[in-house]
């Protein structure tokens, strides 16, 4: 059984995104007594994610992603001191 970071790690996304898309029903989870802690199995993970359908690499890499091929990312300059 896996917490919510390491189900998180393997679906790379975000743990609140992970939290939000239990709460919703859309993903497989297990709570535990008390109802707080969830606990995900790897192999519902990986079969709930086999289920998905593809989506475009844009969406895929999300913000901040750097796409396949690039040589570099460009560093953001810091703010200006005023």
């Known amino acids: 059984m896996l917490t919510t970071a390491l189900a998180a790690e393997l679906l790379q996304m975000h743990a609140e995104s992970l939290r939000k898309m239990v709460r ?26 086999g289920a998905q359908p593809a989506a475009p690499q844009a969406a895929r890499l999300g913000s901040g992603a750097v796409s396949p091929g690039a040589d570099a990312v460009t560093p953001r300059a810091p703010n200006a001191t005023r």
């Not at 029903?25 to 994610?49: N, Q, S, T, V, Y």
């Open 24 to 49: 919703e029903g859309r993903i497989p989870c297990h709570r535990l007594a008390g109802g707080r802690g969830m606990r995900f199995l790897r192999d519902e993970l990986l079969e709930w994610l």
